[in-house]
């Protein structure tokens, strides 16, 4: 099947279409069902020969269409299939009404970024997740512009592997004299790594420095989700083996949806993530390995839907 990039990208997401917010919360509504699925499928695992994975990534996405409301594609298929078999899985989601979420982590700058958003719609994806380390000025842009495209924009707050405590753990002193987080960063900042989150770490130097008194102490993920916000993202990143981090986050907002990577082949548990406050689960090598994935789709979902039941009980 062969689709036009530029009348593609029209029609998925045209100027007059609704958000991409909005798009992926009436997905998730028609299909009962705020799960992601990552298709992380290796290319080493069908013999290097692309067009079996390709074909394997339809049958998958057909197969779970009913059970989930987006999927999301990282570079495990971006450096394995071409642009046109990446267009025509988009476009298969799409007329299953599915989102489609690029995950690449873009970090660069804001040309960069714009071309690689407009690149990517025309790839068919609804959405890309970001790394707001970029900074609050380069993220409001990026947004605003996605935003008049009605593009998506997720910022990666906490990583789920087990070491991203060495980076989104790390503490940052922000100069007292600093009225933002955006005004501290331009003066600079000093960071301390803290893998535990715990400020009692820090009380020695508090006693020897006088200037450290002076100083706010937040940690890296906090500063990741000021910049989330204050650019109106349309959603956050945070691991669901850090529940106690989802938990912490979805207090201070319940605004912005909370996606959440790392169930179970990760060691997070599904109860305890969406009792933290996750709004969608982003769920991959569970369900492409499982021996039946349309089972193992209801069982995730039916321990959801115990604390969701206004949203995806249809009550």
Known sequence: MMIDNDSFSTTSCSSASPSYQSRILNSSYEKKSPIVLALDLYLEKF??????????????????????????????????????????????????NLQCIADIKLNDIGNTNIVTVNRLQKLGFDAVIVNPFIGITEMKSLVTYAHSINFGIIS???????????????????????SSFSSSTSTGTTITANPNNNNNNNNNKENSDPNFKRNNIIPMYKLLYNYACSSSSDGIVIGATKSNIIKEISKLNDEISIYSPGFITQGASIDDTVKAGTDYFIVGRYIINSASPGETLNSIIDTIRKYKKFQYNGK
């Open 156 to 178: 990666l707050v906490y990583m789920s592997h087990p070491s991203s405590f060495e980076g989104y753990g790390l503490n940052i002193v922000i100069p007292s004299s600093s």
């Open 47 to 96: 013999n290097n020969n692309n067009k079996n994975l390709f074909k394997k990534c339809k049958e998958i996405v057909l197969s779970t269409a009913s059970q989930i409301c987006a999927i999301k594609i990282n570079f495990h298929l971006f450096l394995s299939l071409s642009n046109i078999q990446i267009l025509e899985l988009n476009y298969l989601a799409h007329k299953l």
